[in-house]
């Protein structure tokens, strides 16, 4: 019994759809940056079944590079936040709305 | 007919391992309170059966008897999950580890749950998720205690498992691969001279491994998550009864789970340390035995080499800990992996 | 088998997800992405890439989350505020998303015989083959990335510093 790869594509495409939801509706800046990274994932499931279904390893690679570069741009991307709520005091992305610190 | 016997079979091979590991995890602890005993020159519990033999019965049941508190501010859901979650991820490790040679009966591998190419990865993984367990029991607690204790932990094993993962490349460059069997295979030639920690020239490696495993398993020298002269008892202060007993349970299984480690990828796992000095004697089945019996050996000296430093060495301060972890034990790992590979490189 | 996995996991997936919209704590948002990125790891397994699922549980689920609920535990902000400036974003947004999703799918439906199935072993990368790629053909961007992290530490270092 074999799964259609178009299943898992929907099912990216899903969570891709999800991440940007999360993204407009959140106010709390950390899960809106976890909704980006919900969709970095869903954009990797879709390299992933590429991946198999042409049997070819550069799908991959390519899900090892998103990982790496998302480890960096979450701790960046945290160090910010904490530096922001140092100086605001809040996490809310509608209190956060002037250009500086 | 064939496949239910290989099911049945499966099944009860997991099922005999988790009742020794457990049971293992339960004499881990009279060990420990004896060896502490003696060396701080007391007796250590003698009262329960003979020499205290019956004792992790007698605590296992008080544990199980005692009542069950809720503290009123919990955040419930999360402070239910967290000791559920270092308990299984604890006991989750074993199933990768080979505890002796790869005999088959009716296709079933005897002395190993499941022979992965990635076991070791496995391994590593359950580990890195193991850390929840410990940071939401603390921040679910909403006691400051339990958040210190939860805080200095998760900072520490997040620190220390890159530490714990550089001293492995080491092994991984010499076997070209990633699978526990293999590792072993390529102990087991020469005896105590083929293991990696001699023959191998990973000692280096082994040490940083034995730092970083005593900072991920939350044991003295490196306990500051529950250190209870300052946080009372850090990340379970306010847990009872059996949820306490989990991650109790959680903390020795880690234990035997390094321990387990170490004995594969540094001290030859089931190999025999005297390699083929002697001549094979006895049947077929003190053949198959005899390794498991070098394996559970070195486990143990693992273990008492941990109990050993729990009666000897102080604590360290929280700021040493975090130095010792990024400005030694890291770079040290780095060198070292530089180094084989460039020895494998010329000479490999 | 593999149809009964994938759709235990993939629902996992969504569920957690949704559950990532739903919930207004952070740390509830947390624990499902975590879900849904160890979900992930076993629809990876079922797609023959073993290393990718081990490191997508120890980068993702054992280091990235860690460092958000270490975040979210530090700041210990509590739940989200309910405020006005979002609305504009449920007017525009959710219509958007799902017309977004209703493209990608029917798309996908479109290219559904093309693409046809898969199963668990039909086609493995072991660790070997995906290093082979990774250090032959690919190093230059390895050894770019590698210096990429190197300057994401320094930065995060400098931004969460405290100021004297």
């Known amino acids: ?101 | 007919m064939n496949i239910l016997i290989f099911v049945l079979l499966n099944l009860l091979k997991v099922a005999v391992v988790t009742v020794i590991f457990l049971m293992a995890v339960a004499y881990t602890v009279l060990l420990e309170r004896k060896l502490v005993g003696r060396i701080q020159n007391r007796w250590g519990p003698s009262r329960v059966g003979p020499f205290g033999l019956l004792q992790p019965l007698a605590d296992g049941l008080k544990l199980f008897l005692k009542e069950d508190l809720m503290p009123t501010a919990v955040f419930r859901p999360l402070f239910i999950l967290a000791p559920i979650i270092a308990l299984s991820c604890a006991l989750i490790s074993i199933g990768v580890i080979p505890f002796g040679e790869n005999i088959r009966w009716h296709g079933v591998d005897m002395f190993q749950i499941a022979d992965l190419n990635i076991g070791l990865l496995v391994i590593l993984g359950v580990t890195s998720i193991g850390v929840y367990g410990i940071a939401l029991s603390g921040w679910s607690s909403n006691n400051k205690y339990s958040l210190l204790g939860s805080l200095r932990s998760s900072a520490q094993m997040v620190s220390y498992e890159l530490a714990l993962g550089l001293s492995v490349v080491g092994i991984v460059l010499r076997t070209g691969s990633l699978r526990l069997r293999d590792i072993v295979n390529l102990q087991n030639t020469h005896g105590i001279l083929s293991w990696n920690v001699f023959g191998g020239f990973q000692f280096v490696a082994f040490f940083i491994y034995l730092c970083a495993a005593f900072a991920e398993t939350n044991r003295t020298p490196f306990d500051l998550p529950e250190a209870e002269s300052e946080l009372t008892a850090g990340y379970h202060t306010e847990y009872s009864s059996m949820k306490f007993a989990m991650f109790f349970m959680a903390e020795y299984a880690n234990m035997i789970t390094v321990g387990c480690v170490a004995t594969v990828l540094f001290l030859g796992g089931w190999s025999s340390p005297f390699g083929n000095l002697f001549p094979a004697f006895g049947g077929p089945l003190v053949q198959a035995l005899l390794p498991v019996f070098w394996f559970v050996l070195k486990v143990f000296s693992f273990l008492f080499l941990y109990v050993w430093v729990r009666g000897t060495l102080p604590r360290f301060r929280y700021d040493q800990l975090m130095g010792f972890g990024w400005k030694y034990l890291l770079p040290i790992a780095i060198v070292n992996v530089m180094a084989t590979s460039l020895v494998l490189a010329f000479h490999g | 088998m593999n149809v009964a996995i994938f759709i235990l996991f993939g629902l996992l997936c969504l569920g957690g997800a949704m559950n990532l919209l739903l919930q207004r704590h952070p740390i509830n948002s947390a624990l499902s992405l975590i879900v849904v990125m160890s979900s992930l790891a076993v629809l990876y397994l079922l797609l023959g890439a073993e290393f990718l699922a081990l490191a997508q549980i120890i980068v993702y689920s054992g280091a990235i989350m860690v460092l958000f609920v270490f975040v979210i535990m530090l700041l210990n902000a509590g739940e989200e505020e309910r405020t006005h400036g979002s609305r504009a974003a449920y007017l525009a947004g959710i219509p958007g998303v799902l017309a977004l999703f209703t493209v990608l799918a029917s798309t996908f439906l479109t290219l559904r015989i093309s693409f046809g199935g898969t199963r668990l072993g039909s086609f493995l990368v072991t660790t070997g083959d995906l290093s082979r790629v990774l250090f032959r053909n690919l190093l230059l961007p390895f050894e770019v990335t590698s210096v990429l992290i190197l300057v994401a530490i320094l930065g995060a270092v400098v931004l969460a510093r405290k100021e004297h």
């Open chain 1, 1 to 101: 019994m074999t799964v259609p790869i178009v299943w898992y594509l929907i099912l990216s495409a899903a969570l891709f759809c999800i991440g940007i939801g999360g993204f407009l509706i959140k106010r709390n800046i950390i899960t809106i940056f976890m909704s980006i990274e919900l969709m970095l994932n869903a954009v990797n499931l879709a390299f992933v079944t590429f991946a198999n279904h042409w049997h070819q390893v550069s799908g991959q690679i390519f899900v090892f590079f998103v990982m790496v570069v998302a480890a960096a741009e979450a701790a960046v991307g945290l160090a910010i936040i904490i530096s922001l709520f140092r100086s605001r005091n809040t996490l809310n992305v509608d209190q956060i709305d002037l250009m500086k610190l």
